[in-house]
């Protein structure tokens, strides 16, 4: 049995992170809550995927986000015409790529900044590992 990861994270910017990765990449909403203990939250991930992401917002309660350009999130789209497609869905959702911190990630990839300042890279290549 393969485990599932998830990815949680709080957040002050719960409607525009949905926009960000529903919208923008693609994600499917998989299930939200609301009031759950002080909490709304949602998670979003491809149904199939063995991962998802987590985002939470409290009220009444702000927390400080602490992102650097080196927090990645990095999708591997090895098939140049769905890698494409990704690319310019962010851009037609009004995200534009950033210049990666490393540099690295801009010869095969496109660089995407959340509402919350973390980045997410979209990889024109195939994981290896």
């Known amino acids: 049995m393969i485990p599932k990861l998830r ?60 992102p650097t350009p080196e927090h990645l999130l990095v999708f591997y789209l090895p098939d140049h015409s769905q890698w494409l497609l990704a ?5 037609e959702q009004g995200f534009a790529p950033v210049v990666a911190y490393n540099p690295y990630w801009d010869q095969l990839g496109r660089t995407f900044e959340d509402p919350d300042g973390y980045r997410v890279v ?3 290549a195939a994981w290896k590992y």
């Open 7 to 66: 990815v949680a994270r709080p957040t002050n910017n719960l409607q525009p992170l949905i926009r960000f990765y529903r919208d923008g990449l693609g994600l499917s909403e998989l299930g939200s809550f609301t009031n759950h203990g002080g909490f709304d939250g949602v998670m979003l991930g491809h149904p199939q995927a063995p991962y998802h992401l987590e985002f939470t917002t409290q009220q009444d309660h702000l927390i400080a986000p602490a």
């Open 87 to 91: 690319v310019e869905r962010m851009q």
């Open 122 to 124: 979209l990889q024109h």
